[in-house]
């Protein structure tokens, strides 16, 4: 790898970083603050999972990230992951658990606006619907999880001691499935900006196995993650774990369960082709928020024990988080390609497509026409 596009991909390396040390309270959080799992254990098995994850399960979230807009140059690919970076990392900063998804798409605006290049709205619409029934199927899902759970307890009559041990086995397990599915479901919002653009090539490892370009890209983004959760994860999850809702053990095993199956069913190609298989509707592979869905579950559990209030003060702190963050990304977006386009002379944009230019001078905002949207 050249040093110039390592310097390029190393805005998606700390954007990576950033991601895994916000979302690392969204798979171990209710974990370490329950205090059944220590972090450093918590970390180094995130790490683990995520980055397998983003390797071998990040392709069809990738696919639905580009259709909302290619970045088809490397330079731009840079700018928009730093600045979402920078944004995402801001709101770290804060405690708030904000969405790196969410994010990612004020980004791409962002650069379809000052390149004029069109945004998909089929593919927004996607996204955006994602936003609320993913957190929406996570409350469901803990809510009946956490039923089911408390009345087979009961019915079982297990001793404490046995209980306690059964949960911080349930808790890593679950952990390491959430981090998986985080991995494969958010690597798109690491690593997907440079797949139109990606510097490497196929490799063959022999006996029919390819370790392709794409991959290549995600193993990075997978490490940058894994680095991110294990050295700044632990500030956030102390919003998620406890300031947010009081979380026990058995809560904290069903909160992170709901979530992965949740992560799941939205990018897993496998389960689409099964279902695709079986002629029957296919769920959208689309990368989530997995703060949206963990809150979500959060408060499935929340209406399981019959209304035990959530603290709404800091929910409402995390929702203005969600607004405030892709219209930052957006923002921080289109002032820095236009330094980097016009200061540092550097290509944003490889090529109009076809029907860029009547959709460039429609889109452009007035005054910014010229040396913004040079091809």
Known sequence: MSATTL??????????????????????????????????????????????GAVFGGAGTTQTINQLGAVNALAGSFTVALAVGVAVAWMTYL????????????????????????????????????????PL??????????????????????????????TRAGLLIVGALASFALGANNIANVMGLFVPASPFHDVTLGHGLTFSGTQQLFLIGGLAIA????????????????DLYRITPLSGLVVVLAESIVLFLFSSQTLE??????????????????????????????????GRPV????????????????????????ISLFFVQNVFEQRVI???????PLVATAAAPAGLSGPFFAP
């Open 7 to 52: 310097f390029f991909i190393s805005s998606g390396i700390f954007l990576g970083w950033s991601l895994g040390a916000n979302h690392a309270a969204n798979v171990f959080g209710t974990a370490v603050m329950s205090k059944m799992v220590r972090y450093r254990v918590a970390a180094i098995v995130a790490g683990i999972f995520v980055t397998l």
């Open 95 to 134: 405690k708030l658990p904000v969405s790196t998804s969410q994010a990612i798409v004020g980004g791409i605006i962002g650069w379809n606006l000052f390149t004029g290049s069109p945004t998909d709205t089929n593919a927004i619409v996607k996204i955006v619907s994602t936003w609320v029934t993913s």
């Open 137 to 166: 199927l996570a409350a469901f899902f803990a809510f009946v999880l956490f039923l089911l759970l408390e009345r087979t307890l009961k019915r079982a009559r297990i001793h404490l001691l046995e209980i306690d041990a059964y």
């Open 227 to 242: 680095i991110g959760i294990y050295t700044y994860g632990q500030q956030v999850m102390v919003t998620v774990g406890s």
């Open 273 to 306: 082709a099964l279902l695709l298989r079986l002629h029957l509707p296919t769920i959208p592979l689309v990368p989530l928020s997995s703060t949206q869905a963990v809150i979500g579950a959060v408060v499935g559990v929340g209406m399981a024990k019959q």
């Open 311 to 334: 603290n709404l003060r800091v929910l409402g702190k995390i929702a203005a988080g969600w607004v405030i963050a892709p219209l930052a990304a957006l923002l921080m977006t289109f």
């Open 350 to 356: 490889a090529a109009q497509p076809a029907a860029a």
